[in-house]
């Protein structure tokens, strides 16, 4: 009788803020991210200078939590959701904790993109959604065996979530997602005429 299993799982953290910690407000996160946007010059200067679509202070600020207090509390909150996600992936710690290494803003305009990345360095990353407008872009995340696959045939339109190459989300405001920092992602074409805003993180294991 044969036996076919999975192996080598790859694990999507999806909750709402809200179910840990204290409330966040996502409309005063959004007002302070704006606030922030609109007075971090080095940030502005970054992304003019590097071609980036709308705005980012993943290049120019790290003491967000110490500018507003609800970034100091949002750091609380995901302190929750990812010691509950580290649970899950049964990570043995060694005495050591994962500890949040960076925190920042992306505004992304009508046409903006986020190209495929992997966040290197770090174990855990991950985002939560403040605003996503009608017609806003998922999130994309990749195989990670995809570059291996070299001779494989295309999955079938209708496979089963695990075995596609690649994967949708398509986040709410108060959504948290995470994923160990390894796995491939990316943020398709914003096609909406808001802008989405979201706060991105970075855990490290120390």
């Not at 590097?50 to 509390?73: H, Q, V």
Request: hydrophobic share 40%; glycine share 6%; proline share 5%.
């Amino acid at each position: 009788m044969s036996n076919i299993s999975s192996l080598f799982v790859t694990r999507l953290y999806r909750a709402k803020l809200a179910e840990k910690g204290d409330p966040i407000d996502t409309s005063e996160l959004e007002a302070s991210c704006w606030s922030i946007a609109e007075d971090d010059e080095a940030g502005q200067n970054w992304c003019e200078e590097n071609g980036y679509p709308g705005y980012t202070s993943y290049a120019s600020l790290t003491d967000l939590g110490w500018r507003f207090e609800i970034f100091k509390r949002l750091e609380q909150v995901l302190d929750l959701h990812v010691a509950s996600f580290a649970e899950d992936l049964e990570f043995d710690l060694d005495g050591r904790v994962l500890e949040l290494e960076d925190l920042w803003i992306n505004i992304l305009p009508q046409g903006g993109v986020h190209t495929s990345h992997i966040h290197p360095h770090s174990v855990v990353s991950g985002t939560t959604y403040v605003t996503i407008p009608d017609g806003a872009s998922a999130i994309k995340f990749e195989d990670p065996r995809l570059q291996m696959m070299m001779a494989a045939p295309a999955r079938r339109k209708d496979a089963r979530a695990e075995l596609r190459s690649f994967h949708y989300q398509q986040p709410e405001p108060g959504d948290v997602l995470l994923w160990e920092s390894w796995l491939r992602h990316e943020v398709p074409v914003n096609m909406a005429e808001d802008e989405r805003i979201s706060v991105s993180f970075n855990y490290a294991w120390r």
